[in-house]
């Protein structure tokens, strides 16, 4: 199925993705109260809105209800929300509650995110901010043109970034090739990066400036000579380019 056209996966009210007729093969999902039924709705319309912020701000809003949901009602398992109803069968267009504030929505296979898919995980730590992996998935893993970050949707805290953001290819989970890295400061000023990653490793090169200190190295931005990014020599040697979205908490 298409789903919704705004590419948020929700079919419209009373259209379920596959006719409907078929759900009494599967085994049901639990039965929601009233209290979790009017969240999910309040989620699912700030799904289909698309609106990351309104996303995010809902899940803290209903925390309590929707945490409940996961671990009580669901007992921490998954069900794909198709517009209408939960349903036991995750292959379809939908999201997908994967903790108290935590969800994925777009397109699903069995194995979890399938084509076009973002996850999303929205926290309150000094400020609210909202974290996500969006782009295309196969298997579950981000596995083609991806874009990953977070952003402070009401402020960052103090000395820290509004907003950062990942964009390349992934295989299977992590970043490769030429990836950009853009860091965003509360007061507007962005300041972009372009880097080579290998299996999410950066891969040094001639760019990377090392000193002053001992063992760090420096990266020039592209856009803003007034800025580098620093990486220490264990830094350089970690998979730091990869999703931390994951849908299989093994991984």
């Given at each position: 199925?298409t ?13 379920s ?13 639990p ?27 809902e ?35 939908g999201?997908v509650l994967t ?6 929505y777009g397109?699903?296979g ?6 076009r ?8 730590l ?5 974290d ?9 893993r ?35 090739g030429?990836?950009?890295?853009r860091?965003t ?7 972009t ?5 290998k299996e ?14 001992e ?6 931005a ?20 990869v ?7 093994e991984?």
């Amino acid at each position: 199925g298409t789903g919704g056209a705004d590419g948020s996966g929700l079919a419209g009210a009373g259209q379920s993705a596959s006719g409907g007729m078929d759900s009494s093969s599967q085994s049901e999902a639990p039965e929601l109260n009233e209290q979790e039924r009017a969240a999910v709705q309040r989620l699912a319309a700030a799904v289909k809105s698309g609106n990351k912020e309104r996303i995010a701000s809902e899940l803290l809003a209903d925390g309590d209800t929707l945490s409940w949901l996961y671990y009580e009602t669901f007992g921490e398992e998954r069900y794909r929300y198709d517009g209408t109803e939960f349903r036991t069968d995750l292959a379809g267009e939908g999201m997908v509650l994967t903790g108290a504030a935590s969800v994925f929505y777009g397109s699903f296979g069995e194995n979890g995110p399938e084509g076009r898919c973002t996850a999303l995980q929205a926290v309150e730590l000094e400020k609210p901010r909202y974290d996500y992996s969006e782009g295309i998935w196969k298997d579950g893993r981000m596995d083609g043109a991806g874009v990953s970050g977070y952003r402070y949707y009401q402020g960052p805290p103090q000395g820290e970034a509004e907003e950062i953001r990942r964009e390349g290819r992934f295989v299977r989970g992590k970043m490769e090739g030429t990836i950009t890295y853009r860091n965003t400061g509360s007061d507007g000023v962005t300041a972009t990066y372009t880097m080579e990653v290998k299996e999410g490793v950066t891969q040094p090169d001639d760019r990377w400036i090392p000193g002053p200190e001992e063992g760090v190295y420096h990266l020039e931005a592209d856009d803003n000579p007034a800025y580098a990014y620093a990486l220490t020599e264990e830094e350089m040697k970690q998979p730091r380019w990869v999703n931390l979205l994951v849908w299989d908490v093994e991984e």
